[in-house]
Every structure is written in C-alpha cells, then in structure tokens.
C-alpha cells in the first residue's frame, strides 16, 4: 500500500509562530543543521532540550567504565547521553522520570543511538522513590536536574508556558494529580498569596491573589494560561506604563513557577529524594544536583551541610557553581541555574 505523502505545515509569513508550526525544529534528527542554527543563535529549538553544564557535572561526577549510574531526572535524555558516553559500553545506568509522554520519546531516541536495556534501564517513576529505582545496588555516581524540560514548557498543551494559549495544567505526569486550574479553584485567597511567596518570592503576591478571587467570585473561569495570564496583567495595572510590560512578565513566570511546584509536589519530592540520597550512594559516591531558583536550592545547601556536619558526606561544595556567560548566551534558559555536589564519606 502507497503511503500517503503528507505536505509539511504551512504558516503566514516568513518563520513558523507557533509550535505545531516548527517542523524542523520538532524533527532535529532530520533537520540537523537547521536546528544547530538555531541553537547558535542562543535558542532552543522547540521539542527539544539543551542540557546545562554537562561539562562541570561531568568533572564533579568523575564517571568511570564499568559503574553503576543513576539520573534522576531523565527529561530529554542529554544529560544521559554524557553519561552512557563516559561509561564506554561498560557499567550501567538507571534513569527515572513521571513523564509518560517524553520519557518514552528519550527511551525511543536513546535505543536508537545503542543504548538499550543492557546499559540502561528506564523507569516511569519519581525520583522521591530513589530508593526503589534499583533494590540493593547502590550507585557511584547521582545526577538530578530539577528544572522543567524545554519540550514540556514549549508545548501548549502541557500548559506550562504563558506565551501561547492552552490549558492551564503543569503536571509533570498528565495522568496524576489535578491541573493547575482546579488548583487555583481550591485555593483561597490568603493560600494563594502564602503559594506565591512561598514557591517563587513573588513580590505582587497579594494583588495576584486578589485579582484571581474576583474572577471566582464573580462567576467567572481560569480555565487557561493566556486567561491566567491576563489576570496577572489586570492586577499590577496599578504600575507605571514604563515598568509594567517586565513586571507582568516576570510576575507570569513565578506564578506558573509557584503552581507549577505545587501541582507537581517538587519541594516534597525534594525533600525525599535529599532523604534517601546517602543510602542509594556507595562509599566515595558522588552526587550532584541542579537546582533553578533560590527554594530548591537551600534545601539541597542545607541538606548537604547537614550531611557534611553528620560525617555521612565526607565533601560537599562550599560555593554554588554557575553556567559560563558564554553557556547563558548560547541557552538563556541557564542562568538561574546552580549546580551544587556531594561525596559519599
């Protein structure tokens, strides 16, 4: 039977807008150098992920033939490709992650490239359940990204972006745990404002809070992220017309940021995972952990230090490591990025 030929996207004017539009960029095995292009020019392609300072965490991890491995947070899957590549054909790696829907696209692209079960082995789980990813074997080396993979936040239907309209949802796992939407429904509005400091520092929190319960109040819905967007937009109307475009912005991202951390649990699962991090490591194991804003990262600060203080980790960085100005260039999406470690005593 003669497959049927299928016509690429159209789209108005010279450049693809939207993301279903982006076919070249959704198709980077195909579209090699159109997607190296766009990475040079500092973007991320959309459907894909550039993985943050693989070099330091390659360095901090010190990864040898023949260990055992386990990444947290499988995401894309380019963290993990170093990984196999350092091992050389010889050890073993285990990789977690609650997204059905990219986790079985990273599995896909990472077989393709040679790495199966015999070196890695992919479970659907969260990475607050560390120690059940592998009974009885203990791991020499730990990485875990925390932050929200680049195909999740570019696809409108995940929700997670405010730049194009879809549902309002921020699951990780879409098949666990309520959207976002309803989140907000049972929130009142001293929780809400208490969810924003909280989960983002948000300084507007209070008139954010307000203006989402005089939606409900007057019967209306925020089904959406462009309506949630909006809402934000109407509650710092009382700002100056010079600052309010970048103050309604960054008011966005921490909103989506605080909903996002409270829909998904992650400051439960980090507290879990930072729990169980010193029995799943062997002796002289190495961890290291990337954090994206300043919560996440005083608990991983504080954990290490107690650990540290505890002699359960014989080393720990005293100093967060950041991304080069020459990485936050070529991936804006690094530089809230810090990268802190640990060694097993």
């Known amino acids: ?190 929780e809400l404002t208490a969810l924003l400091v909280e989960n983002a520092d948000e300084p507007y929190a209070e008139a954010i809070a307000k203006a989402v319960g005089n939606v409900f109040k007057a019967g209306g819905t925020i089904e959406t992220t462009k309506q949630l967007a909006a809402v934000i937009e109407g509650a710092l109307s009382f700002l100056p017309q010079s600052e309010r475009k970048e103050a309604v912005k960054k008011s966005c991202q921490r909103t989506f940021q605080a909903l996002r951390i409270d829909v998904n649990s992650e400051f439960e699962v980090l507290y879990s995972f930072l729990e169980k991090l010193p029995d799943i490591l062997k002796s002289g194991g190495r961890a290291a952990v990337l954090t994206f804003h300043s919560g996440e990262d005083r608990l991983v600060k504080q954990a290490f230090r107690q650990y540290l203080r505890q002699g359960i980790f014989s080393e720990v960085s005293q100093d967060v490591i950041r991304p080069s100005a020459q990485e936050c260039f070529q991936n804006p999406r690094a530089r809230s990025t810090k990268l802190r470690w640990a060694i097993r005593a």
Do not use: C, W
């Not at 829907?101 to 607050?128: C, H, Q, V, W």
């Not at 560390?130 to 925390?146: E, N, P």
């Not at 680049?150 to 879809?166: A, C, L, V, W, Y």
């Open 1 to 190: 039977m003669e497959q049927e030929h299928k016509r690429r996207v159209r789209y108005k004017g010279t450049h693809p807008r939207s993301y279903q539009e982006k076919y070249k960029e959704l198709d980077p095995e195909k579209y090699q150098a159109d997607v190296a292009k766009i990475i040079q020019s500092g973007k991320t392609p959309a459907g894909t992920h550039i993985p943050i300072m693989v070099k330091e965490i390659l360095d901090i991890l010190q990864i040898q033939p023949g260990q055992t491995g386990y990444d947290a947070t499988l995401g894309y899957g380019g963290h993990t490709r170093r990984m196999l590549e350092a091992l050389q054909g010889q050890g073993h790696l285990y990789a977690t992650d609650v997204d059905p829907i990219e986790s079985e696209k990273t599995r896909k692209r990472l077989a393709d490239l040679g790495y199966g079960p015999d070196i890695l082995t992919i479970r659907r789980m969260n990475f607050a359940q560390a120690d059940q990813v592998a009974s009885g074997v203990k791991f020499d080396f730990v990485l875990a990204d925390l932050g929200v993979s680049s195909m999740q936040i570019d696809n409108p239907e995940r929700g997670f972006t405010f730049k194009f309209d879809g549902p309002l949802d921020l699951r990780l796992d879409p098949s666990s745990g309520v959207p976002a939407a309803q989140r907000l429904r049972e929130l009142d509005r001293e």
